[in-house]
Each structure stands twice: as structure tokens, then as C-alpha cells.
């Protein structure tokens, strides 16, 4: 009988969009069924993946032989290419509305997550500047935390945090967006993009919009693409020097 | 053809890609800085110009809005193979500053919503 996970490891990709469809499928019965539409299909299929990853490692259900070619699905590739393509038919005069505010949400969305992350850490007794400062840098995305950490020299079990940090930003990112969207005001092309640059975790940027809106994705995408490049400048900068001056 | 549209948005992401890499490079930054982005704003402009020009017919731009159909199954893919337990373990540190930071950040997003309306306004008004 072994030919058979065989098989499966052979065809790793096309077993992932069998299981994603089937997740799709279960969801939007969730959805109509047990939710009365009251979240959305999509929102109920994200929030299952990561109950799924949960069950597995540090690739999430991907550990497991029989879901590897979840992680190619899923990974960096397929979803910046996919991203991308979401650009088809949005509009440029749309985007020039929101002009330099987008700009602007992107420096404040740095800030706030790097200032008000590292004295919640202060605040717990993290007193060490590097700590305090890859701390701040988790809040941003889980990507500029490591960097952050690395290029200040911070120990290994700090950057474990603010991994963990930036993880845990990206899961309540993916599940609030469609629920307080309405009290937001997220509804149209120029609060997308601001809440992509406040925001800026492009994997909760995108999961969450895609539950809200999926017309907003390509507005919100596109600033929070810039967010953590910047951030990965910023923070063991200007942002570190200026955290020096208080500590 | 379909493959002519996925064409077309494959130069735009390997271009997109280029343009973050350079300014990597520029910037002394070990990586890509908003390549994807730029790879969007490519396609948003070039699609335009194509479209006005009639360059790709209604078969060959399907090929790109396959693509941007499957964007929710990726996603879904990809929330399937986060760290989640990683997330969880990293206590409460981790937990806290998480959650409280995000939220800071999602409360800014009306303040700055009413900001872009006022610009916009005085702008049209000009």
C-alpha cells in the first residue's frame, strides 16, 4: 500500500489545490449554513488554515509528507505573482486620490508598531536596548523582527520572540480586518491603501482584505509591499537611535 | 491566447522584482525593496496602456484574471504553513505586544482616513 503516499509526494502541488479546494468548499458551507453569511467564505477558509497549521511544525500543515505542496502554493513565489496580477483593474486615478497620505501611513505605521512594541516590552521587563528595539521591529512584520535583531546583534531566543511577535500581528490582522471593516470605514480604494501602510504585514494585509473585500486587495497590497522594506531600513536606524535616546 | 496575458504579468513581476533588488542594492539593504509593488504599479499602467491600444483581446486577459482568482487560494495555502505554533509559544511578551500594537495601528486608520478626504477636498477645490 506504500504506493500510494508515493503517488501523493509525487503530485505535492496538485494534491494542495484538491485539499485548498476542499477547505474552500467546507468554509463556504460554514459560512451560509452555520454563520448566515455573517463572515465571509474566505474569512472562515483563512482562520481554518491556521487552526490546520497549528497541527503541524514550522511549516505549518506543510511538515506533514501528505501537505508539502501546500508550502509551494503558499509560499513567496505564488503569492507575490498572485498579488501582482490582482493589479489588473485597479485604477490608477484611484490610487493618485490618496496621494501623499498613503506615504505618510506607511512612516506612522513603522512608528507606532516600533515605539509602542518596544515599551510594552520595556514595560515587561525587557530593559536591554537591542531587545527593546527587536521587540519593536517584531510589531512590524515578522520579516523586519529578525532583521532587526540580527543587524543590532540581539540573542537568538529575543528574535524567537519577535518572530512570534510579528506572527501573531499577521493572524489577528487576518481575522479582525473583515469583522470591524465597516467601523473603520475600509470600504473603498483610499482607506484600503492607508490600511495597507498603518498596517503593513503584506500576508495579513492581503489574507484580511481578501476576506473584507476582494476589489480592495490590489489598493491595500500595494503599500503594504513597501512596509517592510522600509521598516528593515528604518528600524536599525533612525528608529534604533532615536529608542537610544530614552534608554 | 491565454498565455500571451500571463506573459504580460510575468514581465511585469520579474520587472517589478529587478526594480526592488537594485534599490536592495542602493540602499545597502540585504534584500528587495517592494518589488512587488513596483511589479503592480507596472501592470496598472501597462494594462492600461495595452487595453486602450487593444493589444491583448478578452482571451488573452483571462489568462491574468486567472491568476488574480487563484490569489485567495494562495492565501488560504499560505495561512496553512505560518508558525502558528511558534506564534502561540512565544508567551506573553509576545502575545501582548502583538495584539495591543496591532490594534494601536488599526485605531489610527479613521484619523487618517479623514485626513486623505480633507486633502482631497481642498485639492479639488483648488
Known sequence: MDFIPKLFAKNELIVAFLVVGLIMFISVLVSKHLLRNKIPGAAVAITLGLILAYFGG???????????????????????????????????????????????????????????????????????????????AGACTFIVGPVTGAALGASSDVIAISIAIGVIKT??????????????GLDNPQTAMIYGGLIGTTSGVAAGLAATDPKLVPYGALTATFYTGLACMLCPSICYFILSLFI | MKIYGVAVLSACFIAGQLIGEVLGIVFH??????????????LIVLGDWIKKKKWLDAESESGIHFWSGMYIPVVIAMSATQNVKAALSGGWVALVVGVFATLLCFSLIPLLSKLQKKTDLSGSSS
Open chain 1, 58 to 136: 514550522k511549516k505549518g500543515i506543510a511538515d506533514m509528507p501528505l501537505f508539502a505542496g501546500m508550502a509551494f502554493l503558499g509560499g513567496s513565489m505564488m503569492r507575490d505573482f498572485s498579488i501582482v496580477s490582482t493589479a489588473m483593474g485597479a485604477s490608477l486615478s484611484e490610487i493618485k486620490k490618496t496621494g501623499w497620505v498613503g506615504i505618510l501611513s506607511l512612516f506612522i505605521g513603522i512608528a507606532v508598531a516600533f515605539f509602542v512594541g518596544g515599551s510594552i516590552g520595556y514595560a515587561m521587563g525587557y530593559r536591554d536596548i537591542k531587545t527593546v528595539a527587536t521587540i519593536g
Open chain 1, 171 to 184: 493572524v489577528v490582522v487576518t481575522i479582525l480586518t473583515p469583522l470591524i471593516a465597516k467601523r473603520i
Open chain 2, 29 to 42: 539593504f540585504d534584500g528587495n525593496i517592494g518589488g512587488v509593488g513596483f511589479g503592480m504599479l507596472l
